[in-house]
């Protein structure tokens, strides 16, 4: 089987790696690169757990051909910090217990990135229509919602 090779640009650093034609993006990033901090949940794009931001737009990396990564910005849960220092979204997390097991923070993550990316001044209402497409078994919405504002609102206050 003839293998794809795949050059990218993947959380601000050029990659490079090899995939079958139908190989999904969220396979590539975790066979193919090693970053494992994305998960599969569903398989079928229904849970989150798997998103991603390719060329700033929330995508589910389970839906997503490794090959049409080629040329293009990819950024994952590992690409969020900065080095060492947690982003504001990953510590607010922490400090709002809004993560249990795991699965399913990374994607929140990410796709909460994505929102204050494009909406600095979300309002409740907005988070959660936002999010709706990540689910979660353990904790509740709540928590993860109160974790999305305290982060824009660090966000913004950084900012001034």
Request: one cysteine or more.
């Given at each position: 089987m003839s293998r794809l090779?795949?050059?990218?640009?993947?959380?601000?650093?050029?990659?490079?790696?090899?995939?079958?034609?139908?190989?999904?993006l969220l396979s590539g990033l975790r066979n193919g690169?090693?970053?494992?901090?994305?998960?599969?949940?569903?398989?079928?794009?229904?849970?989150?757990a798997c998103s991603?931001?390719?060329?700033?737009?929330?995508?589910?990396?389970?839906?997503v051909l490794a090959a049409?990564?080629?040329?293009?910005?990819?950024?994952?849960?590992?690409?969020?910090?900065?080095?060492?220092?947690?982003?504001?979204?990953?510590?607010?997390?922490?400090?709002?217990a809004a993560l249990q097991c795991g699965i399913c923070t990374p994607g929140f993550i990410v796709?909460?990135?994505?929102?204050?990316d494009v909406n600095p001044?979300?309002?409740e209402e907005q988070v959660r229509y936002w999010l709706a497409g990540n689910l979660c078994r353990?904790?509740?919405?709540?928590?993860i919602v109160r974790a999305v504002l305290e982060a824009a609102g660090e966000m913004r206050s950084a900012t001034v």
């Open positions: 090779h795949i050059e990218t640009t993947v959380n601000g650093e050029p990659a490079e790696f090899l995939c079958a034609a139908d190989e999904t690169l090693g970053l494992t901090g994305t998960k599969e949940g569903c398989g079928t794009g229904d849970c989150g991603v931001i390719m060329n700033d737009r929330l995508v589910a990396s389970c839906l049409e990564a080629q040329g293009q910005s990819v950024t994952t849960i590992e690409g969020i910090a900065s080095g060492t220092t947690l982003h504001p979204l990953q510590q607010a997390f922490l400090e709002e796709a909460a990135k994505a929102l204050l001044e979300p309002t353990c904790t509740g919405y709540d928590k």
